[in-house]
């Protein structure tokens, strides 16, 4: 939690000496995705007593207790876990629904530096319908928590089309977030919490309604764990 307060910190001092009012917005998207593999990664090494913390970017909070599920690690690796992608499953992502403050400062010639934070909630449902490894009873893996992240970026104007205003936008930021993750079947129930952060880079392009009250965004976003996804997300402003 600490490390999210002060990415709100920081992002919101930098942008203090510019002319222009911060922008306030309200909005959803899916951005906390990358931040799985790290967290996976986390309560496997727990549930399996393993220590790989090295391979991960994030810090866990072990808050839980050695379990008789521990037993079935002769069974099932943590890679199972960790890779659980390689099987058959269904994502059901909620959405981020974030409120964030953005600062943009022109530079001339179309070319905008901005700065931005944002803070809310995640959640994501993986169901997979085969297990894990060889135990085939339908699992469940649900990460939900508090997330927040802070950017600096550059975005270059692109012309209007019928009163909507088109920008293409690079950046690179850092994410961290406080996740409670679950993976639950007829044979498992873990339990556990982490504290992630990530750094990423991201590539998008911006359309902005002509009052600028509304925004949608669409665009690619790399991380060390996760690689490059998808990012897309839908901004209401509010001041």
């Not at 085939?136 to 104007?157: K, N, S, Y």
């Not at 950046?171 to 007829?186: E, T």
Request: hydrophobic fraction near 40%.
């Amino acid at each position: 939690m600490r490390r999210i307060l002060a990415l709100m910190v920081l992002a919101a001092a930098l942008p203090s000496c510019a002319r222009e009012m911060p922008t306030v917005w309200l909005g959803v998207g899916q951005s906390s995705e990358h931040l799985v593999p790290g967290s996976l990664r986390q309560t496997a090494d727990v549930f399996f007593g393993e220590d790989s913390s090295s391979n991960a970017p994030a810090s866990a909070s072990a808050n839980e207790e050695p379990s008789s599920e521990n037993s079935l690690s002769g069974l099932i690796e943590a890679d199972d876990l960790f890779n659980f992608k390689s099987a058959r499953y269904d994502r059901t992502d909620y959405g981020d629904l974030r409120i964030g403050a953005r600062q943009n400062m022109a530079l001339g010639n179309r070319l905008t530096l901005w700065v931005q934070a944002e803070i809310g909630e995640a959640r994501i449902i993986y169901d997979l319908p085969d297990g894990l490894g060889v135990l085939t009873d339908p699992t469940t893996i649900t990460l939900e928590g508090l997330a927040g992240e802070a950017a600096v970026g550059l975005a270059v104007q692109g012309p209007e089309v019928l009163g909507l205003a088109s920008a293409v936008e690079l950046g690179a930021g850092v994410s961290a977030a406080r996740l409670d993750v679950s993976v639950s079947s007829a044979l498992l129930d873990v339990r556990h919490q982490v504290t992630a952060n990530q750094p990423f880079g991201l590539a998008a392009i911006s359309v902005t309604g002509p009052d600028g009250g509304l925004q949608g965004r669409v665009g690619l976003r790399q991380s060390r764990d996760s690689g490059i996804g998808l990012d897309v997300g839908l901004r209401m402003r509010l001041n």
